[in-house]
């Protein structure tokens, strides 16, 4: 049997593999590096002199927001962190706390506690980030059309569903990211066999 | 033929269909007994704090509002800036105050609940595993407990807002840090964390380092392969 089929990860898995004492090690280590990377990111987050890097990068995705809408035919301007439609006059602000930096520190301090190679890292950190962006772009955006629609479903979508799919989200990518070290890793075990 | 699905994708889908199901489902079912539990057990800790078996106490107010009366030990109680608070004029003799009288909304003990579907969406979309109910169980009892802190570290927030008690820079950023996470980033993360925490299967699906293998069809192997393909099937 050529040595390739034996090597090859595919996505499937059993429905419950067990926990290896080896993966409870890797934990604890995981944990600790996870949590020393957290408490780092929110304080940098939280920091006075981070504050105009992140209000100008609030600002970035409000004006990328509002050209999107343009270039798909809606009606918005940017004024700031505020997306306004100038027709109705419907305006919401993207606070510090909804642009998207809770998920990307929490999805880069798992990067960074995670063993893998900083090449490997680092690409994850650049993908990540975009993905995680991405998707914020398209909850802000769904927020606007669904603030001019109805307030109270607004604030259920704002408040408690977009924030919990975002964690789902980020969730996903660190997986899909940590598969994607694993079969490489394996990969290139196998290559030295 | 189609490849199946990776299984971060199903995870994706299956936690997504299960999260809007379930905040349906809190939101419209369980969220009241839910509010109702949270309000008696912060009501029995406001009764169980130094002095507070008279005065400490919650009730609803108007537009559902919560109204806390939050016990004052005598140390807080004669800061200055308590008592200037509660109307002491200069050189008067001090004011004596028994309790702190808030009002909360009641989105902010709402909101310190939504733990509860995220962690449950989390651990039913993850794979199949024994002991599920065990597991759903833990989760569910400490999420009611850090709800339960969370909403008391918010209650004592908003009062250092109101008395100003902390004077020194440095432990106003710190305490200001805190309830920003404990507003902001708790109620979402900690779900996720424990999901992952406590549910096995997953847990060893992300972490564990030997990526799975093949399961190479029976006609395509060999004698040779078979035990070794065995071997790490069982990894």
Redesign the interface.
């Known amino acids: 049997m050529p040595k390739d089929k034996l090597s090859t990860p595919v996505p499937e898995s059993p429905p419950s593999p067990p926990a290896q004492p080896g993966v409870e090690m890797r934990m604890g280590r995981f944990l600790l590096l996870f949590c020393v990377s957290l408490a780092v990111l929110f304080g940098l987050l939280l920091a006075p002199f981070t504050e105009p890097a992140i209000r100008s990068f609030t600002t970035g995705l409000v004006t990328v927001s509002a050209q999107l809408i343009r270039v798909f035919g809606g009606h918005a301007a940017a004024r700031g962190d505020i997306l306004e439609n100038p027709t109705s006059h419907f305006a919401i602000q993207m606070a510090y706390g909804c642009n998207g930096a809770h998920v990307t520190i929490l999805l880069w301090a798992a990067l960074l506690a995670f063993p893998a190679s900083w090449m490997q890292k680092l690409k994850g950190l650049a993908v990540g980030t975009v993905a995680i962006h991405a998707v914020n772009l398209v909850r802000f955006i769904s927020l606007f059309y669904l603030g001019q629609y109805r307030q109270s479903w607004f604030d259920f979508a704002h408040l408690y569903l977009w924030e919990s799919l975002m964690m789902l989200d980020t969730l996903v990518i660190f997986w899909t990211w940590a598969y994607m070290v694993r079969k490489s890793g394996s990969m290139a075990n196998a290559s030295t066999r | 033929m189609r490849?199946?699905?990776?299984?971060?994708?199903r995870?994706?889908l299956r936690?997504?269909s299960l999260?809007?199901a379930l905040?349906a489902l809190w939101?419209w079912v369980l969220l009241t007994p839910m509010l109702g539990g949270m309000r008696v057990a912060t009501d029995l800790i406001l009764r169980t704090l130094p002095g507070g078996s008279s005065v400490g106490s919650v009730t609803l107010g108007s537009g559902k509002d919560w109204v806390l009366r939050v016990p004052m030990p005598a140390a807080l109680a004669n800061q200055d800036s308590v008592q200037r608070a509660f109307g002491r004029a200069p050189g008067a003799p001090a004011v004596k105050v028994r309790s702190f009288k808030l009002a909360i909304a009641e989105?902010i003990p709402t909101?310190f609940l939504?733990s509860f579907?995220?962690f449950w969406?989390?651990v039913l979309a993850a794979?199949?595993?024994?002991r599920l109910g065990r597991v759903v169980a833990i989760g569910t009892g400490l999420l009611a407990l850090l709800a339960e802190l969370s909403l008391l570290l918010y209650t004592a927030f908003s009062i250092e807002i109101n008395l100003h008690l902390v004077t020194s820079s440095a432990a106003a950023a710190i305490w200001?840090?805190a309830e920003?996470?404990n507003v902001?980033?708790v109620p979402?993360?900690v779900?996720?964390l424990l999901a992952?925490w406590l549910h096995?299967?997953l847990?060893?699906?992300?972490?564990?380092?030997?990526?799975?293998?093949?399961?190479?069809a029976a006609t395509?192997?060999?004698e040779?392969?078979k035990p070794?393909?065995g071997r790490?099937r069982g990894?």
């Open positions: 490849a199946p699905a990776s299984p971060q994708f995870f994706l936690g997504s999260l809007l905040l939101w989105g909101f939504l579907p995220l969406a989390l794979p199949r595993m024994r200001r840090g920003y996470l902001n980033v979402y993360l779900p996720l992952v096995e299967g847990r060893a699906q992300i972490f564990s380092r030997e990526a799975p293998l093949v399961p190479v395509e192997a060999t040779a392969d070794r393909r790490y990894r």
